[in-house]
């Protein structure tokens, strides 16, 4: 078991059951895990200390998705860890980012793991980064796969297909960018041109 990042644990200022951020903690204990440490109240922010025995690790069934396919996989938590939608975790050597969990019958941000029956999740490794490509008068779609962090920026030339191109925008969001650069995990689209080969 490793530290987790929040805990659902009574706040003793909240008087109930609350999310709470792992500030610091360790694990010890034999027989049985126990995790100490300090956690702060996402409600109030109040700050305090506390043990908590762990239980074996629940396994949860994860749908992974990539591409146009899905696949079963597992993922095991401390029944009291929290999952929540966005985050990145990693389901066997998959690093996956959860895209929808379902407790008690719904679809839910975030629950306990034990509460949790499916999470569905798409493979994190590689994001499918969509280009349109102008050529005098037409153009085409293409896509590259590229790993989530990696960088695009306006004037790189890159290979796209069987084509050399140079990217003039950035589609991200909620604008275009005519200068700069994005990281491919918020690419909605790259427009790009097809590089002039000029022979001597
Ligand atoms: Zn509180």
């Not at 010890?28 to 440490?37: D, H, I, M, R, Y």
């Not at 966005?86 to 389901?91: P, R």
């Not at 779609?141 to 004037?155: K, N, R």
């Not at 700069?180 to 790259?190: L, N, P, Q, T, Y």
Request: glycine share 6%; aromatic share 4%.
């Amino acid at each position: 078991m490793t530290v987790p990042s929040s805990i659902m644990v009574e706040c003793p200022v909240c008087k109930q059951e609350t999310l709470h951020e792992v500030l610091s903690g360790k694990i010890g204990g034999k027989a049985q895990t126990v995790l100490e440490s300090t956690v702060k109240c996402k409600e109030c922010g109040h700050i305090h200390h506390c043990v908590l025995k762990a239980e074996k690790p629940v396994n949860l069934p994860v749908v992974i998705s990539w591409l146009d396919k899905s696949r079963k996989s597992s993922l095991a938590l401390g029944p009291d860890e929290v999952l929540s939608v966005e985050d990145e975790v990693m389901c066997g050597d998959e690093q996956i980012i959860v895209t929808s969990i379902e407790s008690k019958g719904a679809r839910v941000g975030r629950a306990k793991a034990r509460d949790i029956q499916t999470v569905w999740g798409k493979r994190f490794d590689k994001v499918r980064v969509p280009f349109s490509v102008s050529q005098v008068s037409k153009t085409f779609s293409e896509h590259i796969l590229a790993v989530p962090d990696e960088e695009f920026y306006v004037g790189d030339i890159l290979k796209v297909g069987r084509h050399e191109v140079v990217i003039h925008s950035i589609k991200i969001k909620d604008k275009s960018l005519r200068m700069g650069g994005a990281r491919a995990r918020d690419i909605v689209r790259v427009y790009a041109n097809i590089v002039r080969k000029t022979s001597y």
